[in-house]
Structure formats: structure tokens, C-alpha cells
């Protein structure tokens, strides 16, 4: 019998972004991804759905999606994975902090890389990483092909993309990624977002301005 997926999450913080907890039901593997505060609670869901959470996955190293980063890694332990190429995004936390008037201190080391194609593993479910760039340099999506859903961090929004002119930025680059790496996975693919609710594929090919528009 193949083992559920177990997903939820929360809108935390002053940026409303959503951070997940996945993991598998039946061997109770989880992890944290995009950790933006709120972590006992965050971490309570994680006990509620049966879940120890092993690892921290971030989309992309912008401020919203890693203030609570350094706090989930003190009740944890678990590792932080990144892709190398917002590392500089990530080692800039205290700074962006500074801007938007919230205190960050120097973040946990990633321990591990993220890279395109890489294949991860959760309990049962397998999980592949998409380098989705163009929000950011390095920003990756987490495809889970045996539920046909993606969490997509701030690449694609219900009605909306992901903004892009923050440092490393790009709207050519990200709307490629979107056509090119999101839209083909399929219609059916529910796309779970960094804000916002969740949508899918097929919703936004057909109504969303940026995508109709171009």
C-alpha cells in the first residue's frame, strides 16, 4: 500500500507567507519548508500530523521565507539545504532584516546544496528539486510526482507571479521558468505557493493575466 503524503501549512509573519510541513504518514519523516516564524507552531502540526521533521528545505533565501529559520534549526537540529546560488540572498538575511525593520541574526550554515534534477526522498515519496529561477537566482520548486503537486515558493500565485525586482530578479527569466519548467507538469498539478492559496496549473494557463497575456 503506498503511504499518504502528509502536507500542511501556515501564514506566518507580517508578509503572510506560507510555510509547509510535509512528510510521509507512514514512516513519519517530515520537513520544514520555508520556515518564515511562527516555529512552535509550525512545529506542533508537525507532532499533530505524526510527523519528527528531519530536514529544513527553503524555495529561495529572501527575508520573508527564513526569519524563523534560526529557531527551527535550535528545536530541531535538522539541517538547512539551499541552492548555492541564492547564498547570497541568505548570507544578506541580517541586512534585508535591517531594511524591513525585523532583527536577524547571522543564519545557521546550510549544511546541503540543492541542485536541478536532484532526486530526494521522503519516507515513501519521491520528491524531485526544479530550479525555478528568475524571483531569484536560485530560487527551486519541490515536485512530488506521485501526488502531483508542487510547492512552488514565490514563483507562481494564484492570479499572480512572483515579483522580480529584488536583487538577482529577473521577469524574462521567470516567466520562461514558469511556461517552460510549471505549465508543462500538467493541467492537474496543484501548486501550493510561498502567499496566497493554493491553485493549479491548469487554473492559471487559463486565467492568469500574466500567463493569457503573454
Known amino acids: 500500500m503506498t503511504s499518504k503524503l502528509a502536507l500542511s501549512y501556515l501564514t506566518v509573519g507580517a508578509f503572510s507567507e506560507n510555510s509547509?510541513?510535509?512528510?510521509?504518514?507512514?514512516?513519519?519523516?517530515?520537513?520544514?519548508?520555508?520556515?518564515?516564524?511562527?516555529?512552535?507552531?509550525?512545529?506542533?502540526?508537525?507532532?499533530?500530523?505524526?510527523?519528527?521533521?528531519?530536514?529544513?528545505?527553503?524555495?529561495?533565501a529572501h527575508l520573508d521565507h527564513v526569519l524563523g529559520l534560526a529557531e527551527a534549526v535550535e528545536k530541531t537540529g535538522a539541517p538547512v539545504w539551499l541552492h548555492p546560488e541564492?547564498?547570497?540572498?541568505?548570507?544578506?538575511?541580517?541586512?534585508?532584516?535591517?531594511?524591513?525593520?525585523?532583527?536577524?541574526?547571522?543564519?545557521?550554515k546550510p549544511a546541503e546544496s540543492l541542485e536541478a534534477g536532484q532526486q530526494l526522498k521522503l519516507g515513501g515519496h519521491s520528491v524531485e528539486v526544479l530550479h525555478v529561477p528568475g524571483h531569484s537566482p536560485g530560487h527551486v520548486a519541490f515536485w512530488f510526482p506521485g501526488s502531483r503537486l508542487l510547492i512552488a515558493g514565490?514563483?507562481?500565485?494564484?492570479?499572480?507571479?512572483?515579483?522580480?525586482?529584488?536583487?538577482?530578479?529577473?521577469?524574462?527569466?521567470?516567466?520562461?521558468?514558469?511556461?517552460?519548467?510549471?505549465?508543462s507538469l500538467g493541467d492537474d498539478v496543484r501548486v501550493f505557493?510561498?502567499?496566497?492559496?493554493?491553485?493549479?496549473?491548469?487554473?492559471?494557463?487559463?486565467?492568469?493575466?500574466?500567463?493569457?497575456?503573454?
Open 20 to 60: 509547509y510541513v510535509v512528510g510521509c504518514s507512514e514512516s513519519g519523516c517530515g520537513v520544514l519548508i520555508d520556515p518564515g516564524g511562527e516555529v512552535p507552531e509550525l512545529l506542533s502540526m508537525a507532532a499533530d500530523m505524526g510527523l519528527e521533521i528531519n530536514e529544513i528545505w527553503l524555495t529561495h
Open 86 to 108: 541564492d547564498r547570497f540572498l541568505y548570507d544578506a538575511a541580517p541586512q534585508q532584516g535591517e531594511a524591513f525593520g525585523f532583527p536577524v541574526g547571522v543564519l545557521p
Open 154 to 183: 514565490d514563483v507562481l500565485f494564484a492570479g499572480s507571479i512572483g515579483r522580480t525586482d529584488l536583487p538577482g530578479g529577473s521577469y524574462e527569466t521567470l516567466m520562461d521558468t514558469i511556461r517552460q519548467v510549471v505549465v
Open 193 to 214: 505557493p510561498g502567499h496566497g492559496d493554493p491553485t493549479t496549473v491548469g487554473a492559471e494557463r487559463r486565467s492568469n493575466p500574466f500567463l493569457v497575456a503573454g
